[in-house]
Protein backbone atom coordinates (compact mmCIF):
# COMPACT_ATOMS: atom_id res chain seq x y z
CA UNK A 1 0.00 0.00 0.00
CA UNK A 2 1.14 3.36 -0.84
CA UNK A 3 0.13 6.45 1.17
CA UNK A 4 -1.05 9.86 -0.60
CA UNK A 5 0.40 11.83 2.06
CA UNK A 6 -0.94 15.52 3.18
CA UNK A 7 2.40 16.99 1.96
CA UNK A 8 1.16 15.43 -1.97
CA UNK A 9 -2.15 16.79 -1.50
CA UNK A 10 -1.09 20.14 -0.66
CA UNK A 11 1.07 20.21 -3.74
CA UNK A 12 -2.45 20.77 -5.70
CA UNK A 13 -3.73 23.27 -3.14
CA UNK A 14 -5.08 20.52 -0.97
CA UNK A 15 -4.65 18.29 2.01
CA UNK A 16 -27.81 8.32 -11.78
CA UNK A 17 -31.25 8.96 -11.50
CA UNK A 18 -33.34 6.39 -9.34
CA UNK A 19 -35.07 4.05 -10.51
CA UNK A 20 -38.28 3.34 -10.13
CA UNK A 21 -39.19 0.46 -7.88
CA UNK A 22 -42.77 -1.85 -7.88
CA UNK A 23 -45.20 -1.21 -5.17
CA UNK A 24 -44.01 -3.71 -2.15
CA UNK A 25 -46.54 -6.72 -2.07
CA UNK A 26 -49.60 -6.80 0.05
CA UNK A 27 -50.41 -9.85 2.73
CA UNK A 28 -52.84 -10.67 0.30
CA UNK A 29 -50.95 -10.75 -2.82
CA UNK A 30 -48.25 -12.78 -1.11
CA UNK A 31 -50.82 -15.42 -0.66
CA UNK A 32 -52.41 -15.39 -4.07
CA UNK A 33 -48.80 -16.16 -6.28
CA UNK A 34 -44.98 -17.45 -5.71
CA UNK A 35 -41.79 -14.91 -5.75
CA UNK A 36 -41.23 -13.68 -9.40
CA UNK A 37 -37.51 -13.15 -8.47
CA UNK A 38 -37.19 -16.69 -7.45
CA UNK A 39 -39.12 -17.80 -10.55
CA UNK A 40 -36.49 -15.71 -12.95
CA UNK A 41 -33.72 -17.08 -11.06
CA UNK A 42 -34.80 -20.81 -11.42
CA UNK A 43 -35.97 -20.45 -14.99
CA UNK A 44 -37.97 -22.99 -17.20
CA UNK A 45 -38.00 -24.52 -13.97
CA UNK A 46 -41.35 -24.77 -11.86
CA UNK A 47 -40.87 -23.61 -7.99
CA UNK A 48 -42.64 -26.72 -6.81
CA UNK A 49 -39.77 -28.52 -8.76
CA UNK A 50 -36.98 -26.63 -6.82
CA UNK A 51 -38.68 -27.05 -3.66
CA UNK A 52 -38.67 -31.18 -4.27
CA UNK A 53 -35.43 -31.39 -5.80
CA UNK A 54 -32.86 -28.92 -4.65
CA UNK A 55 -33.83 -26.65 -1.79
CA UNK A 56 -31.80 -27.55 1.02
CA UNK A 57 -30.10 -30.58 -1.13
CA UNK A 58 -27.82 -29.09 -3.58
CA UNK A 59 -25.98 -26.50 -4.98
CA UNK A 60 -26.61 -25.21 -8.54
CA UNK A 61 -25.86 -22.05 -10.57
CA UNK A 62 -28.06 -20.18 -12.81
CA UNK A 63 -27.64 -17.60 -15.50
CA UNK A 64 -31.03 -15.10 -15.74
CA UNK A 65 -32.36 -14.35 -18.88
CA UNK A 66 -32.48 -10.50 -17.64
CA UNK A 67 -35.74 -8.41 -19.53
CA UNK A 68 -37.62 -11.16 -20.12
CA UNK A 69 -41.05 -10.73 -20.53
CA UNK A 70 -41.82 -12.68 -17.31
CA UNK A 71 -38.81 -11.36 -15.25
CA UNK A 72 -38.72 -10.02 -11.70
CA UNK A 73 -38.56 -6.32 -12.24
CA UNK A 74 -36.89 -6.59 -8.88
CA UNK A 75 -34.40 -8.28 -9.37
CA UNK A 76 -33.32 -5.96 -12.75
CA UNK A 77 -33.76 -3.23 -9.90
CA UNK A 78 -30.90 -5.18 -8.20
CA UNK A 79 -29.04 -5.81 -11.42
CA UNK A 80 -29.13 -1.52 -12.27
CA UNK A 81 -28.10 -0.54 -9.00
CA UNK A 82 -24.81 0.83 -10.18
CA UNK A 83 -21.55 1.61 -8.65
CA UNK A 84 -23.25 4.82 -7.63
CA UNK A 85 -26.30 2.32 -5.68
CA UNK A 86 -23.79 1.13 -3.92
CA UNK A 87 -22.03 3.83 -3.26
CA UNK A 88 -25.23 5.71 -1.96
CA UNK A 89 -25.59 2.16 0.45
CA UNK A 90 -22.36 2.55 2.20
CA UNK A 91 -23.08 6.22 2.74
CA UNK A 92 -25.37 5.24 5.56
CA UNK A 93 -23.63 2.39 6.65
CA UNK A 94 -20.45 4.49 7.13
CA UNK A 95 -23.30 7.01 8.88
CA UNK A 96 -24.15 4.16 11.19
CA UNK A 97 -20.69 3.69 12.01
CA UNK A 98 -19.88 7.45 13.09
CA UNK A 99 -23.26 6.74 15.25
CA UNK A 100 -21.76 3.41 16.49
CA UNK A 101 -22.61 4.00 19.95
CA UNK A 102 -26.31 4.40 19.50
CA UNK A 103 -26.66 1.88 16.92
CA UNK A 104 -27.08 -1.85 16.68
CA UNK A 105 -23.77 -3.81 16.29
CA UNK A 106 -25.67 -5.87 13.67
CA UNK A 107 -26.04 -3.07 11.36
CA UNK A 108 -22.46 -2.09 11.46
CA UNK A 109 -20.39 -2.81 8.18
CA UNK A 110 -17.60 -5.04 8.78
CA UNK A 111 -14.04 -4.29 7.29
CA UNK A 112 -11.38 -7.03 6.36
CA UNK A 113 -8.03 -6.43 5.65
CA UNK A 114 -6.10 -9.64 3.75
CA UNK A 115 -9.13 -11.77 5.49
CA UNK A 116 -8.26 -10.00 9.10
CA UNK A 117 -11.67 -8.41 10.35
CA UNK A 118 -10.67 -4.78 11.49
CA UNK A 119 -12.21 -3.63 14.78
CA UNK A 120 -14.19 -0.59 15.19
CA UNK A 121 -11.12 2.19 16.53
CA UNK A 122 -8.93 0.70 13.63
CA UNK A 123 -11.83 1.77 11.06
CA UNK A 124 -12.20 5.05 12.85
CA UNK A 125 -8.55 5.85 13.28
CA UNK A 126 -7.27 4.48 10.04
CA UNK A 127 -10.26 5.44 7.47
CA UNK A 128 -12.26 7.91 9.35
CA UNK A 129 -15.21 5.34 9.36
CA UNK A 130 -15.24 5.70 5.55
CA UNK A 131 -15.84 2.46 3.87
CA UNK A 132 -14.44 4.75 0.66
CA UNK A 133 -10.62 5.08 2.33
CA UNK A 134 -10.93 1.65 2.86
CA UNK A 135 -11.87 0.44 -0.32
CA UNK A 136 -8.72 2.27 -1.74
CA UNK A 137 -6.41 0.82 0.87
CA UNK A 138 -7.48 -2.57 -0.14
CA UNK A 139 -10.55 -3.12 2.20
CA UNK A 140 -13.16 -5.85 1.75
CA UNK A 141 -17.07 -4.71 2.91
CA UNK A 142 -19.35 -6.25 4.20
CA UNK A 143 -22.95 -5.23 4.71
CA UNK A 144 -25.28 -7.12 6.83
CA UNK A 145 -29.12 -6.72 6.68
CA UNK A 146 -28.22 -4.27 3.53
CA UNK A 147 -32.28 -4.85 2.86
CA UNK A 148 -32.58 -2.04 5.34
CA UNK A 149 -29.78 -0.22 3.85
CA UNK A 150 -30.97 -0.31 -0.19
CA UNK A 151 -34.61 -0.07 -0.99
CA UNK A 152 -33.56 -2.27 -4.27
CA UNK A 153 -32.86 -4.70 -1.99
CA UNK A 154 -35.71 -4.13 0.07
CA UNK A 155 -38.09 -4.76 -2.37
CA UNK A 156 -36.25 -8.30 -3.21
CA UNK A 157 -36.33 -9.64 0.05
CA UNK A 158 -40.20 -8.68 0.05
CA UNK A 159 -40.60 -10.78 -2.96
CA UNK A 160 -38.84 -13.28 -1.85
CA UNK A 161 -41.33 -13.86 1.12
CA UNK A 162 -44.15 -15.22 -1.32
CA UNK A 163 -41.83 -18.04 -1.68
CA UNK A 164 -39.51 -18.19 2.02
CA UNK A 165 -41.14 -17.54 5.71
CA UNK A 166 -38.48 -15.02 5.63
CA UNK A 167 -35.12 -13.37 3.86
CA UNK A 168 -32.41 -10.96 4.44
CA UNK A 169 -29.32 -9.83 2.54
CA UNK A 170 -25.67 -9.28 3.07
CA UNK A 171 -23.39 -7.52 0.62
CA UNK A 172 -19.91 -8.10 0.32
CA UNK A 173 -18.01 -5.48 -1.98
CA UNK A 174 -14.35 -6.88 -2.63
CA UNK A 175 -11.44 -5.47 -4.18
CA UNK A 176 -9.59 -6.47 -7.47
CA UNK A 177 -7.18 -9.15 -6.22
CA UNK A 178 -8.58 -9.97 -2.88
CA UNK A 179 -11.15 -11.89 -0.82
CA UNK A 180 -12.89 -11.13 2.22
CA UNK A 181 -13.27 -13.92 4.29
CA UNK A 182 -11.27 -17.87 3.85
CA UNK A 183 -13.72 -21.05 3.12
CA UNK A 184 -16.19 -21.89 5.16
CA UNK A 185 -19.44 -23.07 5.44
CA UNK A 186 -22.84 -21.23 6.78
CA UNK A 187 -25.72 -22.27 8.61
CA UNK A 188 -28.07 -20.76 6.16
CA UNK A 189 -29.18 -21.51 2.35
CA UNK A 190 -28.02 -18.46 0.55
CA UNK A 191 -28.90 -16.94 -3.17
CA UNK A 192 -25.22 -15.75 -4.10
CA UNK A 193 -26.30 -12.66 -6.29
CA UNK A 194 -23.78 -10.96 -8.78
CA UNK A 195 -24.37 -7.73 -9.11
CA UNK A 196 -21.26 -6.06 -10.30
CA UNK A 197 -18.27 -6.97 -11.53
CA UNK A 198 -16.91 -10.82 -11.25
CA UNK A 199 -16.05 -13.21 -8.59
CA UNK A 200 -14.38 -16.77 -8.84
CA UNK A 201 -16.52 -19.26 -6.80
CA UNK A 202 -15.27 -22.90 -4.90
CA UNK A 203 -17.74 -24.77 -3.44
CA UNK A 204 -17.04 -28.04 -2.27
CA UNK A 205 -19.05 -31.47 -2.06
CA UNK A 206 -17.95 -33.23 0.82
CA UNK A 207 -20.15 -31.90 4.03
CA UNK A 208 -18.57 -31.95 6.92
CA UNK A 209 -21.60 -31.60 9.21
CA UNK A 210 -25.06 -31.88 7.71
CA UNK A 211 -27.51 -29.00 7.87
CA UNK A 212 -25.13 -27.29 10.63
CA UNK A 213 -26.32 -24.90 13.62
CA UNK A 214 -25.26 -21.72 14.16
CA UNK A 215 -22.35 -22.79 16.23
CA UNK A 216 -21.55 -25.79 13.94
CA UNK A 217 -20.37 -24.01 11.16
CA UNK A 218 -16.85 -25.30 9.82
CA UNK A 219 -14.32 -22.53 9.08
CA UNK A 220 -15.48 -20.51 11.79
CA UNK A 221 -15.47 -19.83 15.85
CA UNK A 222 -12.42 -21.35 15.60
CA UNK A 223 -13.54 -24.56 13.61
CA UNK A 224 -11.94 -25.45 11.09
CA UNK A 225 -12.93 -26.88 7.58
CA UNK A 226 -11.06 -30.54 7.32
CA UNK A 227 -8.60 -31.25 4.90
CA UNK A 228 -9.92 -33.87 3.45
CA UNK A 229 -12.58 -31.26 2.30
CA UNK A 230 -10.04 -28.85 0.60
CA UNK A 231 -8.38 -31.96 -1.00
CA UNK A 232 -10.75 -33.07 -3.15
CA UNK A 233 -11.79 -31.73 -6.42
CA UNK A 234 -14.36 -29.22 -5.42
CA UNK A 235 -18.12 -29.82 -6.90
CA UNK A 236 -17.80 -25.74 -8.43
CA UNK A 237 -15.05 -24.02 -9.93
CA UNK A 238 -16.91 -20.85 -12.02
CA UNK A 239 -17.02 -17.10 -12.26
CA UNK A 240 -20.13 -15.51 -11.41
CA UNK A 241 -20.39 -12.67 -13.75
CA UNK A 242 -23.59 -10.29 -13.73
CA UNK A 243 -26.74 -11.81 -14.36
CA UNK A 244 -25.53 -15.81 -12.16
CA UNK A 245 -26.79 -16.65 -9.31
CA UNK A 246 -25.17 -19.56 -7.14
CA UNK A 247 -27.64 -21.52 -4.93
CA UNK A 248 -26.04 -23.38 -1.95
CA UNK A 249 -27.80 -24.96 0.84
CA UNK A 250 -26.17 -24.92 4.34
CA UNK A 251 -23.09 -27.06 5.13
CA UNK A 252 -21.50 -26.67 1.98
CA UNK A 253 -17.90 -25.39 1.89
CA UNK A 254 -17.35 -22.25 -0.03
CA UNK A 255 -14.41 -19.89 -0.84
CA UNK A 256 -14.80 -16.83 -3.27
CA UNK A 257 -12.02 -14.24 -4.45
CA UNK A 258 -11.98 -11.57 -7.71
CA UNK A 259 -9.95 -11.35 -10.15
CA UNK A 260 -7.00 -8.95 -10.37
CA UNK A 261 -8.22 -6.04 -12.40
CA UNK A 262 -11.91 -5.86 -11.17
CA UNK A 263 -14.08 -5.54 -8.19
CA UNK A 264 -16.99 -7.38 -6.97
CA UNK A 265 -20.39 -6.83 -5.65
CA UNK A 266 -22.78 -9.34 -4.79
CA UNK A 267 -26.01 -9.60 -2.39
CA UNK A 268 -26.17 -12.88 -0.61
CA UNK A 269 -29.83 -13.53 -0.22
CA UNK A 270 -29.75 -15.55 3.05
CA UNK A 271 -32.74 -17.85 3.86
CA UNK A 272 -32.51 -19.13 8.21
CA UNK A 273 -33.20 -22.70 7.79
CA UNK A 274 -31.54 -23.66 10.61
CA UNK A 275 -34.16 -21.45 12.26
CA UNK A 276 -37.24 -23.48 10.65
CA UNK A 277 -35.71 -26.77 11.45
CA UNK A 278 -38.15 -29.31 12.51
CA UNK A 279 -35.81 -30.52 15.65
CA UNK A 280 -35.84 -26.44 16.49
CA UNK A 281 -39.75 -26.19 16.30
CA UNK A 282 -40.52 -29.28 18.38
CA UNK A 283 -37.80 -27.97 21.07
CA UNK A 284 -39.41 -24.52 21.19
CA UNK A 285 -42.92 -26.08 21.46
CA UNK A 286 -41.73 -28.19 24.04
CA UNK A 287 -40.10 -25.46 25.93
CA UNK A 288 -43.37 -22.76 25.78
CA UNK A 289 -45.59 -26.07 26.77
CA UNK A 290 -43.65 -27.31 29.83
CA UNK A 291 -42.19 -23.89 30.99
CA UNK A 292 -46.14 -22.79 30.96
CA UNK A 293 -46.54 -25.22 34.35
CA UNK A 294 -44.65 -24.10 37.39
CA UNK A 295 -44.06 -27.48 38.67
CA UNK A 296 -41.67 -28.28 35.53
CA UNK A 297 -39.82 -25.29 36.30
CA UNK A 298 -38.67 -26.25 39.39
CA UNK A 299 -35.23 -27.44 39.36
CA UNK A 300 -33.98 -30.70 39.70
CA UNK A 301 -32.96 -32.25 42.92
CA UNK A 302 -29.23 -31.47 43.64
CA UNK A 303 -28.34 -35.03 43.83
CA UNK A 304 -29.07 -35.74 40.32
CA UNK A 305 -25.82 -35.44 38.76
CA UNK A 306 -23.94 -34.33 41.82
CA UNK A 307 -24.10 -38.27 42.95
CA UNK A 308 -23.44 -41.69 41.53
CA UNK A 309 -27.55 -42.76 40.60
CA UNK A 310 -26.72 -45.79 42.30
CA UNK A 311 -26.64 -43.47 45.51
CA UNK A 312 -29.46 -41.17 45.11
CA UNK A 313 -32.76 -41.49 47.22
CA UNK A 314 -35.84 -44.01 46.15
CA UNK A 315 -37.94 -40.98 47.12
CA UNK A 316 -36.29 -38.57 44.64
CA UNK A 317 -35.76 -41.40 41.81
CA UNK A 318 -39.47 -42.01 42.16
CA UNK A 319 -40.70 -38.08 42.31
CA UNK A 320 -38.42 -37.37 39.46
CA UNK A 321 -39.99 -40.32 37.19
CA UNK A 322 -43.15 -39.30 37.92
CA UNK A 323 -42.63 -35.73 36.41
CA UNK A 324 -40.90 -36.97 33.51
CA UNK A 325 -44.08 -39.10 32.87
CA UNK A 326 -46.46 -36.21 33.56
CA UNK A 327 -43.97 -34.01 31.41
CA UNK A 328 -44.76 -36.55 28.33
CA UNK A 329 -48.25 -36.83 28.97
CA UNK A 330 -48.54 -32.93 28.93
CA UNK A 331 -46.69 -32.14 25.56
CA UNK A 332 -47.59 -35.39 23.68
CA UNK A 333 -51.03 -33.92 22.50
CA UNK A 334 -48.58 -30.61 21.37
CA UNK A 335 -46.58 -32.32 18.99
CA UNK A 336 -48.91 -32.65 15.62
CA UNK A 337 -48.41 -30.87 12.15
CA UNK A 338 -51.29 -28.44 13.35
CA UNK A 339 -49.80 -26.82 15.99
CA UNK A 340 -45.92 -27.26 14.43
CA UNK A 341 -47.65 -24.91 11.20
CA UNK A 342 -49.29 -22.78 14.16
CA UNK A 343 -46.11 -22.12 16.10
CA UNK A 344 -44.21 -21.62 12.50
CA UNK A 345 -46.36 -18.97 11.27
CA UNK A 346 -46.48 -16.71 14.66
CA UNK A 347 -42.84 -17.15 14.47
CA UNK A 348 -42.76 -15.84 10.74
CA UNK A 349 -45.39 -13.25 11.00
CA UNK A 350 -43.23 -11.73 14.58
CA UNK A 351 -40.16 -11.90 12.99
CA UNK A 352 -41.29 -10.19 9.51
CA UNK A 353 -43.34 -7.57 11.66
CA UNK A 354 -39.69 -6.41 12.78
CA UNK A 355 -38.40 -5.35 9.32
CA UNK A 356 -41.47 -5.13 7.05
CA UNK A 357 -42.35 -1.35 7.61
CA UNK A 358 -38.94 -0.49 7.51
CA UNK A 359 -38.74 -2.23 3.66
CA UNK A 360 -41.27 -0.69 2.96
CA UNK A 361 -40.74 2.65 3.86
CA UNK A 362 -37.28 2.56 1.85
CA UNK A 363 -38.99 1.55 -1.06
CA UNK A 364 -41.87 4.44 -0.57
CA UNK A 365 -39.24 6.87 -0.53
CA UNK A 366 -36.95 5.25 -2.81
CA UNK A 367 -36.92 8.88 -5.27
CA UNK A 368 -35.78 10.76 -1.86
CA UNK A 369 -33.53 8.17 -0.83
CA UNK A 370 -31.54 8.48 -4.07
CA UNK A 371 -31.76 12.13 -3.89
CA UNK A 372 -29.96 12.45 -1.24
CA UNK A 373 -28.29 15.98 -0.73
CA UNK A 374 -28.07 16.48 -4.37
CA UNK A 375 -29.72 19.71 -3.67
CA UNK A 376 -27.57 21.10 -1.28
CA UNK A 377 -25.25 24.11 -2.27
CA UNK A 378 -21.76 21.95 -0.82
CA UNK A 379 -18.69 21.67 -2.83
CA UNK A 380 -16.77 20.45 -0.20
CA UNK A 381 -17.00 18.22 2.54
CA UNK A 382 -18.58 15.08 3.98
CA UNK A 383 -22.07 16.37 2.60
CA UNK A 384 -20.64 16.94 -0.84
CA UNK A 385 -19.17 14.00 -0.89
CA UNK A 386 -22.48 12.30 -0.54
CA UNK A 387 -23.03 13.97 -3.50
CA UNK A 388 -20.91 12.61 -5.73
CA UNK A 389 -21.92 10.02 -8.79
CA UNK A 390 -20.75 8.90 -12.18
CA UNK A 391 -21.68 12.10 -13.74
CA UNK A 392 -20.90 14.56 -11.65
CA UNK A 393 -18.05 17.27 -12.36
CA UNK A 394 -15.41 18.26 -10.20
CA UNK A 395 -12.04 20.37 -10.18
CA UNK A 396 -9.52 20.82 -8.34
CA UNK A 397 -10.37 22.64 -4.76
CA UNK A 398 -8.86 26.03 -3.64
CA UNK A 399 -7.07 26.34 -0.38
CA UNK A 400 -9.76 28.48 0.78
CA UNK A 401 -12.22 25.56 0.11
CA UNK A 402 -9.60 23.33 1.55
CA UNK A 403 -9.64 25.11 4.86
CA UNK A 404 -13.34 25.16 5.03
CA UNK A 405 -13.63 21.41 5.32
CA UNK A 406 -13.80 20.13 9.22
CA UNK A 407 -11.10 18.50 10.44
CA UNK A 408 -10.94 14.80 9.77
CA UNK A 409 -12.42 12.15 11.94
CA UNK A 410 -9.36 9.96 10.66
CA UNK A 411 -6.30 10.42 13.81
CA UNK A 412 -3.10 9.87 10.93
CA UNK A 413 -3.79 13.18 9.10
CA UNK A 414 -5.32 13.83 5.79
CA UNK A 415 -3.24 12.14 3.61
CA UNK A 416 -4.93 8.98 1.73
CA UNK A 417 -3.84 5.46 2.17
CA UNK A 418 -4.03 3.56 -1.51
CA UNK A 419 -3.17 0.38 -2.82
CA UNK A 420 0.10 0.51 -4.43
CA UNK A 421 -0.89 -1.08 -8.15
CA UNK A 422 -3.53 2.51 -8.60
CA UNK A 423 -1.38 5.04 -6.67
CA UNK A 424 0.31 6.31 -10.08
CA UNK A 425 -2.98 6.23 -11.67
CA UNK A 426 -4.69 8.76 -8.69
CA UNK A 427 -1.65 11.18 -8.45
CA UNK A 428 -2.15 11.44 -12.50
CA UNK A 429 -5.89 12.76 -11.58
CA UNK A 430 -5.00 15.19 -9.17
CA UNK A 431 -2.08 16.04 -11.42
CA UNK A 432 -4.36 16.58 -14.31
CA UNK A 433 -7.32 18.43 -12.43
CA UNK A 434 -4.92 20.71 -10.94
CA UNK A 435 -2.28 21.62 -13.60
CA UNK A 436 -4.63 21.46 -16.42
CA UNK A 437 -7.29 23.32 -14.76
CA UNK A 438 -9.94 20.93 -15.74
CA UNK A 439 -13.34 20.40 -15.03
CA UNK A 440 -14.01 16.46 -15.78
CA UNK A 441 -16.88 14.07 -14.87
CA UNK A 442 -16.09 11.66 -12.62
CA UNK A 443 -17.15 8.56 -14.37
CA UNK A 444 -14.72 10.38 -17.46
CA UNK A 445 -11.50 10.97 -15.47
CA UNK A 446 -10.16 7.26 -16.42
CA UNK A 447 -10.24 8.40 -20.05
CA UNK A 448 -8.33 11.83 -19.26
CA UNK A 449 -5.49 9.40 -17.54
CA UNK A 450 -5.60 6.15 -20.16
CA UNK A 451 -2.09 6.12 -21.05
CA UNK A 452 -0.79 6.52 -16.78
CA UNK A 453 1.18 3.63 -15.34
CA UNK A 454 -1.38 1.15 -13.96
CA UNK A 455 -4.26 2.46 -14.91
CA UNK A 456 -5.77 -0.98 -16.37
CA UNK A 457 -5.70 -1.62 -12.77
CA UNK A 458 -8.28 1.28 -12.02
CA UNK A 459 -11.81 0.65 -11.52
CA UNK A 460 -14.82 2.52 -11.69
CA UNK A 461 -15.77 2.29 -7.55
CA UNK A 462 -11.93 3.07 -7.40
CA UNK A 463 -12.16 6.60 -8.74
CA UNK A 464 -15.49 7.39 -7.16
CA UNK A 465 -13.91 6.54 -4.03
CA UNK A 466 -11.04 8.52 -4.56
CA UNK A 467 -13.08 11.25 -5.49
CA UNK A 468 -15.63 11.30 -2.63
CA UNK A 469 -12.48 10.76 -0.45
CA UNK A 470 -10.62 14.23 -2.19
CA UNK A 471 -13.87 16.13 -1.71
CA UNK A 472 -14.26 15.45 1.47
CA UNK A 473 -10.94 16.48 2.61
CA UNK A 474 -10.84 19.45 0.11
CA UNK A 475 -8.42 17.74 -2.72
CA UNK A 476 -11.75 17.89 -5.33
CA UNK A 477 -14.49 20.50 -5.74
CA UNK A 478 -17.80 19.62 -7.12
CA UNK A 479 -19.39 21.80 -10.01
CA UNK A 480 -22.11 23.19 -8.91
CA UNK A 481 -24.52 22.70 -12.08
CA UNK A 482 -27.00 25.28 -12.24
Not at 56 to 64: D, E, T, Y
Not at 77 to 92: A, F
Request: aromatic residues 6%; proline residues 5%; charged residues 20%.
Amino acid sequence: MKRVASGQLDSFRIDRTSTKLPAPPSENECDEKSSTVLQTIIGETDIDSFFRDTFQLIPSNFSIQRNADNSSPELENVYSMGWDGVSLMLHKSQSYLNSAENVDGTFLPLFFRNQEPLQLDEIKATYGNSPFAAFLDGCSIVNNHADLLSPSLAALCLDLQRSFPHAYVNTYLTPPNAAAVNAHADDRDVFVIQVLGEKQWKVYGEVPIPYPSTNEQVGKNNLPVPNSVLQKKPLFNITLKQGDVLYMPRGFVHEASTSSSEPSFHATVALATHDWSLSKTISDVVTQQLESSSKYRLAVHPEFGMRNLELVGMDHKEKLNGLIKDAIDCISSKINVEIISDHLGAKYRAHNQCVEEKRKKLCDDATSQSALNMHSNAVVGPEAAQAVKTNSKVRAGTPEEKASVPPPIATHGRGLTVREDTFDSLISILSILRNENKTVEVGKLRQEIRNSKGVDMLCELTVISFVKCCVELGAMAIVVMD
